[in-house]
């Protein structure tokens, strides 16, 4: 499978709105689970995978005939972005959870303790990837959750620091990468918001954690930043500019996706990554009205006014499973639109 060849390609974050008939939504909208939240499937176990393949179809399929160049699984399959991945691994213990405050500050989190060595067991996403690459012609992209993010969402109970922890989770991340791409992907990305959250932090090992997760990967590769799903964090506390942008220069990833359109960010800070190819967010998820084409298309031009056309991809804010299905597709629809009148206008 070969990417697109034109410029300006589209993708999407990751996630893509998960049916009514499958999980709880009033469930889901309530918390971004560490944990497993198992109660949130509307299906009994031994229906689940049937239903969970049927909605995944139905997301490629709206993102192809939305115009996505390069589709997702939608995360269909998955309670929230990191979970999934993270409570498969050995030496992390989800059924007894510790409590940290969350990334927002006011409420405690459950999240699961790293009782032992951090190891893959298995494939985790395998299937997911196969299963895409099944269903789509198109250029398939596959999210796994970053070392750094998911070393900051549980409880160190084994590793003398967070350090050491982060980079037992980027061995485990890179294993898995390597069967992805093995897989059939063409692109692989690293879901790290919480570089943001604790940049001090991340400025001591992140960029070490995310080259261990992405080492040896041939295909493209992405890590992705956002200030929290829109649903979850609301426009008026994100911040306009990243506290940890310019180190990701550093890292061996060929893109870096930014939430900018909800936060309206100064995209001047755009310079500080000359090296990488952009994923510009254009698509506002706090917003229920979808854009005008013309709208996302001004932040379109907006973006190639600080990264040139051959280096950006078009894409939403962040993730889309918290939004109303209709609503995430004419957003994807407008997008797609908005990004085919600028390819025209620059020739």
Request: net charge neutral; glycine share 6%.
């Given at each position: 499978?070969?990417?697109?060849?034109?410029?300006?390609?589209?993708?999407?974050?990751?996630?893509?709105?998960?049916?009514?008939?499958?999980?709880?939504?009033?469930?889901?909208?309530?918390?971004?689970?560490?944990?497993?939240?198992?109660?949130?499937?509307?299906l009994?176990?031994?229906?689940?995978?049937?239903?969970?393949?049927?909605?995944?179809?139905?997301?490629?399929?709206?993102?192809?005939?939305?115009?996505?160049?390069?589709?997702?699984?939608?995360?269909?399959?998955?309670?929230?972005?990191?979970?999934?991945?993270?409570?498969?691994?050995?030496?992390?213990?989800?059924?007894?959870?510790?409590?940290?405050?969350?990334?927002?500050?006011?409420?405690?989190?459950?999240?699961?303790?790293v009782?032992?060595?951090?190891?893959?067991?298995?494939?985790?996403?395998?299937?997911?990837?196969?299963?895409?690459?099944?269903?789509?012609?198109?250029?398939?992209?596959?999210?796994?959750?970053?070392?750094?993010?998911?070393?900051?969402?549980?409880?160190?109970?084994?590793?003398?620091?967070?350090?050491?922890?982060?980079m037992?989770?980027?061995?485990?991340?890179?294993?898995?990468?390597?069967?992805?791409?093995?897989?059939?992907?063409?692109?692989?990305?690293?879901?790290?918001?919480?570089?943001?959250?604790?940049?001090?932090?991340?400025?001591?090992?992140?960029?070490?954690?995310?080259?261990?997760?992405?080492?040896?990967?041939?295909?493209?590769?992405?890590?992705?930043?956002?200030?929290?799903?829109?649903?979850?964090?609301?426009?008026?506390?994100?911040?306009?500019?990243?506290?940890?942008?310019?180190?990701?220069?550093?890292?061996?990833?060929?893109?870096?996706?930014?939430?900018?359109a909800?936060?309206?960010?100064?995209?001047?800070?755009?310079?500080?990554?000359?090296?990488?190819?952009?994923?510009?967010?254009?698509?506002?998820?706090?917003?229920?009205?979808?854009e005008?084409?013309?709208?996302?298309?001004?932040?379109?031009?907006?973006?190639?006014?600080?990264?040139?056309?051959?280096?950006?991809?078009?894409?939403?804010?962040?993730?889309?499973?918290?939004?109303?299905?209709?609503v995430?597709?004419g957003?994807?629809?407008?997008?797609?639109?908005?990004?085919?009148?600028?390819?025209?206008?620059?020739?």
């Open positions: 499978m070969n990417l697109p060849k034109h410029l300006l390609p589209t993708t999407v974050v990751g996630s893509y709105p998960q049916p009514e008939w499958l999980v709880d939504r009033a469930m889901l909208s309530k918390s971004v689970p560490r944990t497993r939240m198992h109660a949130m499937w509307r009994p176990a031994e229906h689940l995978e049937e239903a969970q393949d049927d909605a995944t179809i139905v997301a490629i399929r709206d993102m192809e005939r939305a115009g996505i160049d390069i589709v997702t699984d939608g995360e269909i399959r998955r309670e929230s972005y990191s979970n999934r991945f993270s409570t498969a691994l050995e030496g992390v213990d989800a059924d007894n959870p510790a409590m940290i405050t969350a990334r927002t500050g006011n409420t405690q989190t459950p999240v699961p303790r009782v032992g060595p951090v190891k893959r067991k298995g494939p985790v996403e395998l299937h997911d990837m196969q299963f895409l690459r099944k269903n789509t012609d198109r250029a398939a992209k596959i999210t796994l959750p970053g070392p750094f993010t998911m070393s900051q969402q549980a409880k160190n109970e084994f590793y003398k620091d967070d350090e050491e922890l982060a037992a989770f980027a061995e485990a991340v890179n294993a898995e990468a390597r069967d992805l791409e093995k897989a059939g992907a063409d692109v692989i990305q690293l879901d790290e918001p919480w570089v943001r959250n604790n940049p001090e932090l991340a400025k001591r090992y992140a960029v070490k954690a995310i080259n261990r997760a992405l080492q040896g990967i041939t295909i493209p590769t992405v890590v992705h930043l956002c200030f929290g799903y829109a649903a979850v964090v609301p426009g008026s506390t994100k911040p306009a500019g990243y506290s940890f942008l310019a180190e990701l220069d550093d890292t061996i990833a060929d893109q870096i996706s930014i939430e900018a909800q936060p309206k960010l100064d995209l001047g800070v755009l310079r500080d990554l000359s090296s990488k190819k952009i994923m510009l967010g254009v698509l506002d998820l706090g917003d229920p009205e979808i005008p084409a013309s709208v996302v298309a001004d932040r379109i031009r907006n973006g190639l006014k600080h990264v040139p056309a051959e280096r950006l991809v078009v894409a939403p804010d962040c993730g889309m499973k918290y939004m109303p299905r209709q995430a597709f957003k994807l629809k407008a997008m797609c639109d908005a990004a085919a009148v600028v390819r025209k206008e620059i020739g």
